[in-house]
Structure formats: structure tokens, C-alpha cells
């Protein structure tokens, strides 16, 4: 009798599913080891550009990464691509929360390499008033965003700067087919696209990414590490952080081995749109754990024709690691980072063999990596 039971559903249901364009949700021989890793934001300042980090893996492969996003308690929902700059690191930039928004929420889409799409559960950031006033930048480049709506609208309620706006092509709605819009019509999908389900939170720690604020790190921003696995049926609720139980030591510590993590030769690969460079190195001495000297103390690096503007770079010098590793200073690589602030930064992601500036709205970027 139960065989019976089982046979009419794979007989009748299935095609009519099918017919319905209706995705048969992954089982569980078929789920995609799809991780995220993501430091969630704390706040998000008015008038201010949101970098956005997070590690994708998948033994698949990745083929995209998208953050959506919206003012909370709004419809729809907007996107922007992640970029990968490095490994399994990927970055966005969301355009900026009005002063008067109070909350906005995020979440990120991934499609594997098998065409299997998931989602995160919904991160949610309280919107807070600036405490300086900003002057606007004339030559800000703007945040291009998406919706999957049929029609893009003038503008992203809550969110303000320089936006393009852009429909979706129906191939590529993957939000929709995800449950994130209102539309039940997901005809023009692929039937080769299946939506895997939602990827939940568990804690895990991470690297340090600082958001830049007026030119000041403010790291406090930034949540605890939160590490996203799939897990079929989970719920979309917002991300909590548990703060970690302060223990005593049974042993006091007698001595501290000064951390050298900076020592060696790191090499850069810039991009400053539409110019291009890779392999230019520095080598940082050190000794007792201060910065005893950076060699060459200065390098050259493309930079756009600011005059032509026809896609031609110039060469010029800059200072590179010496401007983060000065002589004297501690030769840890995490806290010299973190305390490196430039006028034109917009974030960075610092870590012990690699750190990562993104400078000038999003349009230079500066990795360097730790031999």
C-alpha cells in the first residue's frame, strides 16, 4: 500500500510540479556543501556607503554572489553583485541609508556551479544619524544596483547618493525564485535552477574588517564573526552574537613574545579603474617587535590619465607599506592595519598574511599578500 502511496506521487505530482515550474527542493544527497562567512554590520551610518564582506566556499564552485537589501519594513528588494578580490573573499558596496531611515536588512544570495541558489537568513542594522555633516562628492561615482521587479523606479526608498537603477533580465532572477519578491511567476527561469533553501547562523570567529567613517576606523562597527552553513528548513530571523565568558588564567603570564606577523616581504596587486598592476613588493624588517625599516621605501603604481580620461594610466610614486609599517611602530600586521586611516579610505580587511584597502568609493583597490 505504501509503495502505491509513494508511486502516485512521483507519478502525478512531480510532473505537475514540473509543469508549474515548481523546484523540488534539494534532498538531502543533493545538498551543496555552501558556506558563508560574514562579519555582520553593527550600524550603519546615514549618508555613508556600506562595504560589505563575506567568504563564500562550495565544492562546486561559486558563480555569483549578490547582497539584497532594503529599508526595513519596505517592499521590494534591491541587489548588488559581490565581487571576488581574493580566494574565497568576496565584497559589495551598498549604497547609503538616509539619515532618517531607522533600520535597514540584508541578506546574501549565492549560485553555485551546479545551479543550485540559497539564501541567508536576514541581517538586520540599525540606521544612525552622523555626527558630522558630509559634504556631498561631485565626482562619486554611482552605486549601480538592481531590483526584479518588472520596472526599475526612479529611486531606492530609504537610500540615498548617486544610484543607477536596473531591472533584473528574467533569466537571472534568482531573488524571485529564491521567495524574495512577491511574484509567482518564474516562468522565464531555467528549470536547470534550483532553489536550495535557507543557510543559517552558526557562530564562528573571523578575521578583523574595519568600516572606515570619515576617515576614522571604526571597528567597533563591525559584529562578531558569524560563519553561515546550509541547513535545510531554517528560519529567517536576525543574527545574534553571544558575547564569549571572560575566564581567568590559573597560571599568570610571566612573559609576552612580541608578535612580528608584518615581518616580510608582502606584495602588491593595485587596481585603480581602469589601470592594473601586480607583483610590485616591499620587505618590512623588524626586530623585538617594532619596525626597524621598510625596503624600497617607496614604489611605482598606475594611476588614471586625470586629464585625457581616455582609460591611459601614469605612473607615480607611493609609499605603500612604509605608510603602514613606519619605523617604530609595532610589527604586528593586524595592528598596524587596523591603525593605518587615509582620507580617501572607504574600508579594509586586515589579517595576519593579507590585508585589503578599498579606496576612492570603491574604484582602487589595494591587496597585498604576506610571502
Not at 538616509?98 to 541567508?120: C, D, G, P, Q, W
Not at 621605501?297 to 582609460?311: D, E, K, R, W
Request: net charge neutral; aromatic share 8%.
Amino acid at each position: 500500500m505504501r509503495n502505491k502511496i509513494y508511486r502516485f506521487f512521483a507519478v502525478l505530482l512531480l510532473p505537475c510540479m514540473l509543469l508549474l515550474n515548481i523546484p523540488a527542493a534539494l534532498n538531502a544527497a543533493e545538498r551543496d556543501n555552501t558556506v558563508v562567512t560574514h562579519n555582520p554590520l553593527a550600524i550603519a551610518i546615514g549618508g555613508q556607503i556600506l562595504p560589505v564582506f563575506a567568504e563564500v566556499e562550495d565544492d562546486s564552485g561559486i558563480d555569483l554572489v549578490r547582497i539584497y537589501f532594503r529599508t526595513a519594513g519596505t517592499t521590494p528588494y534591491f541587489f548588488v553583485p559581490m565581487l571576488n578580490i581574493s580566494g574565497d573573499e568576496f565584497s559589495g558596496v551598498l549604497p547609503a541609508p538616509l539619515a532618517v531611515s531607522r533600520e535597514m536588512e540584508y541578506l546574501f544570495l549565492v549560485k553555485n556551479k551546479n545551479n543550485h541558489i540559497f539564501r541567508t537568513q536576514t541581517f538586520r542594522v540599525k540606521v544612525k544619524k552622523s555626527e558630522t555633516t558630509a559634504q556631498a562628492d561631485t565626482n562619486q561615482q554611482p552605486v549601480e544596483v538592481s531590483t526584479e521587479t518588472a520596472s526599475a523606479p526612479n529611486s531606492v526608498e530609504g537610500f540615498g547618493g548617486v544610484l543607477s537603477i536596473k531591472t533584473a533580465a528574467p533569466t537571472e532572477r534568482y531573488g524571485t525564485l529564491a521567495g524574495l519578491y512577491n511574484s509567482s511567476s518564474t516562468s522565464a527561469m531555467p528549470k536547470k535552477f534550483i532553489y536550495g533553501g535557507i543557510i543559517t547562523a552558526v557562530e564562528e570567529s573571523s578575521s578583523t574588517k574595519t568600516i572606515i567613517i570619515g576617515g576614522v576606523a571604526a571597528a567597533a562597527l563591525i559584529g562578531g564573526g558569524t560563519a553561515l552553513a546550509l541547513a535545510g528548513g531554517g528560519s529567517d530571523s536576525g543574527s545574534t552574537n553571544d558575547p564569549s565568558a571572560t575566564t581567568t588564567p590559573s597560571t599568570p603570564v610571566t612573559s609576552i613574545t612580541p608578535s612580528e606577523t608584518g615581518s616580510g616581504t608582502w606584495t602588491l596587486t593595485f587596481e585603480y579603474s581602469p589601470c592594473f598592476s601586480s607583483g610590485t613588493q616591499q620587505t618590512v624588517f623588524c626586530s623585538n617587535g617594532l619596525v626597524t625599516a621598510v625596503r624600497p621605501s617607496s614604489i611605482t603604481v598606475p594611476i588614471p590619465n586625470l586629464i585625457s580620461f581616455a582609460g591611459t594610466c601614469n605612473n607615480t610614486l607611493y609609499s605603500g607599506m612604509a605608510g603602514i609599517f613606519q619605523a617604530g611602530s609595532t610589527c604586528d600586521a593586524k595592528t598596524a592595519c587596523n591603525s593605518y586611516s587615509d582620507q580617501t579610505l572607504v574600508s579594509k580587511d586586515c589579517r595576519d598574511s593579507s590585508m585589503v584597502f578599498t579606496k576612492d568609493n570603491g574604484n582602487r583597490i589595494e591587496r597585498w599578500s604576506r610571502q
